[in-house]
């Protein structure tokens, strides 16, 4: 079992950098969500995928901010144009239902700063 | 926002059972209480989940009330390594779950 891995652990940029992460979930896990957590803060949530669909967002999740999922496998959540406030730690998780229980596994983590 | 309501912080003596409370009165029927814990800078680590019945774990246990307005959960012996902030969950919405601030416990030598 490898667990919900995250790329990369750490990112610097400057305001108004393009930035990426990507995560790769359980394998046999068909849902996968981002959330953000901020200093002080519970995680979040951003937005969530079953398959390849993208089902739910937050209005959090502004214009500048995209995620995938292209093949129902691993995701991608791009921020464009990134900003100060955007300085988060970015977390995914993946789950399977089962009997009615859904248990999110989350991975360590994408910690952003932006300078 | 957050449906369930947990102090802010505790702290607990090492070796001795900690009782986490948590309030979530307004939970329906078919909805699950889930613990996760998370210590700094990782991520969120789940513990333990239940719906009517008590729950026991390896980790931890989990004590839900009659009416289901109310859960606990018990880490029997704490150990330093237990000092974390503990989430008590519901789901939000359709498929979210939905985290407060959480309980900071700190376990004290």
């Known amino acids: 079992d490898t667990g919900v891995s995250q790329d990369p652990r750490h990112k610097i940029t400057k305001r108004g950098q393009n930035v990426t992460f990507r995560c790769d979930p359980i394998?046999?896990?068909?849902?996968l969500y981002w959330y953000r957590q901020t200093l002080g803060q519970g995680p979040e949530f951003l937005t969530y995928?079953?398959?390849?669909?993208?089902?739910?967002k937050s209005r959090l999740l502004s214009d500048r901010f995209s995620a995938e999922r292209p093949k129902g496998s691993f995701s991608t959540l791009e921020i464009q144009r990134t900003e100060q406030g955007d300085s988060a730690m970015y977390l995914c998780?993946?789950?399977?239902?089962?009997?009615?229980?859904?248990?999110?596994?989350f991975g360590a983590g994408s910690r952003l700063t932006v300078l | 926002d957050a449906k369930t309501t947990q102090p802010p912080s505790m702290d607990c003596a090492e070796g001795r059972a900690a009782n986490l409370p948590c309030n979530h009165s307004?939970?329906?029927?078919?909805?699950?209480v889930y613990w996760y814990r998370q210590i700094h800078s990782q991520g969120p680590q789940y513990i333990i989940h239940?719906?009517?019945n008590n729950e026991t774990n390896e980790m931890a246990s989990l004590i839900i009330t009659e009416d289901r307005k109310s859960s606990t959960l018990i880490l029997p012996h704490a150990t330093l390594r237990d000092t974390a902030v503990y989430y008590c969950?519901?789901?939000?919405?359709?498929?979210?779950?939905?985290f407060g601030k959480g309980n900071q416990v700190v376990v004290i030598p």
């Open positions: 998780a993946s789950s399977l239902v089962f009997s009615g229980a859904n248990v999110l596994t």
């Open positions: 995928f079953q398959n390849e669909a993208q089902l739910e």
């Open positions: 307004t939970i329906s029927g078919n909805e699950y």
């Open positions: 394998s046999e896990h068909n849902r």
């Open positions: 239940g719906l009517k």
């Open positions: 969950i519901v789901r939000e919405g359709n498929n979210r779950l939905a």
